[in-house]
């Protein structure tokens, strides 16, 4: 199925139809196979097709190339799943160029959780709590409160943080 069919049809690869836009708005792209953590890492010529299992698409930008991934829903631009970060790829040109995409930035895979505890003197308290998401968790947190019903999303919460 051509990239533009994918597009009307909303359905198919994300990075291929995005290639297609790109290409329609005159903005240079390839796309990319990239290896996964989980896939084989033994140094073969012809690697078997399932260890490049992931499709990036590489953008030629003003500072350099940029490496995007369409698959995930709600993931800030120029995201990257943590799997196929610091891995090998095959960048689908002429040249079939081999790559390393960018290394995991840690921090940029933070959870912090934030207590404020006040205590009265009869031994009440009020407890305020801010959990913050960041890279992979916070695409994960995302897409699963998308899955859950507005009516039900507030019960949803309390049960599964307040233990009510």
Request: net charge negative.
């Amino acid at each position: 199925m051509s990239a533009s069919a994918m597009l009307t049809a909303r359905t198919g690869s994300r990075e291929r139809i995005l290639k297609y836009m790109l290409w329609l708005a005159n903005i240079e792209s390839e796309l990319v196979l990239a290896r996964g953590i989980e896939a084989d890492h033994s140094d073969a010529k012809l690697p078997d097709p399932e260890t490049y299992g992931h499709l990036l698409v590489r953008v030629k930008t003003e500072r350099g190339p940029l490496l995007l991934h369409a698959g995930a829903r709600h993931a800030p631009f120029g995201y990257l799943p943590p799997q196929v970060r610091g891995e090998r790829a095959l960048v689908v040109n002429p040249s079939a160029e081999q790559i390393t995409t960018p290394a995991i930035d840690l921090a940029s895979e933070l959870r912090t959780v934030e207590l404020d505890v006040t205590l009265a003197a009869d031994g009440q308290g009020k407890l305020h709590v801010r959990e913050t998401h960041r890279g992979a968790s916070a695409v994960e947190w995302r897409n699963d409160l998308d899955a859950i019903p507005r009516a039900e999303l507030e019960t949803r919460f309390e049960q599964s943080y307040a233990g009510s």
